[in-house]
């Protein structure tokens, strides 16, 4: 397997500082990003919806849970045979203390599902996942969303009773977020997968496989 070059210590700082240069540059551009986001404008969201839940049927204002914030991921239901990769390594780094945290800033986390209730129930309990998980199956809610069958991160305001849709975003949107990711992509071998710019010789595998 092929390895980093090995150079001197004054010559790896110097290409450290060098990186550090471009990675502050990206961090201002994110922080930008986010300023951009708290002002972006809102849109009504009033749909009625029936999420089948443990606790029994709530709707999408009783998913706040009393918050004023709300963060919906949409795992993808591919059928009573097979999870989504993609949606099931996200899952798999959502932090145990996750939404408890986002909770004390007044944000709710829910993960939602067109799958069954009794099937997400059964894969919480094989993959040990203990985070907030319902079904929207026999609901709109998906296609509304605009999520088409597929994954997708919304994030909701409520005012009142009247809940409003504030961002949303998928593929690489939802990817950044990904713990595991970020760490991958600070080590040198990287996330190992065929879409990546690596030198060459580096491993490289398809992605999710």
């Excluded at 849970?65 to 999870?83: A, K, S």
């Excluded at 709710?108 to 199956?137: C, D, Q, Y």
């Excluded at 939802?174 to 879409?195: C, H, K, M």
């Amino acid at each position: 397997m092929e390895t980093p070059e090995i150079v001197s210590a004054a010559d790896w700082q110097l290409a450290r500082e060098e990186l550090l240069t471009a990675e502050k540059e990206a961090t201002r551009t994110l922080d930008a990003l986010a300023a951009r986001r708290r002002r972006l404008p809102m849109v009504r969201f009033d749909q009625e919806y029936l999420f089948d839940t443990p606790a029994g049927p709530r709707s999408l204002l009783e998913l706040f849970e009393g918050r004023d914030q709300l963060v919906v991921y949409q795992f993808m239901d591919l059928g009573p045979d097979r999870l989504c990769p993609g949606c099931t390594w996200f899952t798999d780094n959502v932090p145990a203390a996750g939404p408890a945290r986002l909770a004390d800033r007044g944000v709710t986390w829910v993960t939602v599902s067109n799958m069954p209730l009794a099937r997400i129930e059964a894969e919480k309990e094989r993959l040990g996942w203990t985070l907030p998980f319902v079904s929207s199956h026999g609901t709109s809610f998906s296609a509304d969303c605009g999520a088409g069958g597929g994954f997708l991160l919304s994030v909701f305001l409520r005012d009142g009773d009247q809940v409003y849709r504030t961002y949303s975003t998928t593929s690489r949107g939802v990817d950044r977020l990904v713990f595991g990711n970020s760490i991958l992509d600070l080590t040198p071998y990287g996330r190992q997968e065929a879409w990546e710019d690596s030198p060459p010789g580096w491993p490289q595998h398809p992605t999710y496989g």
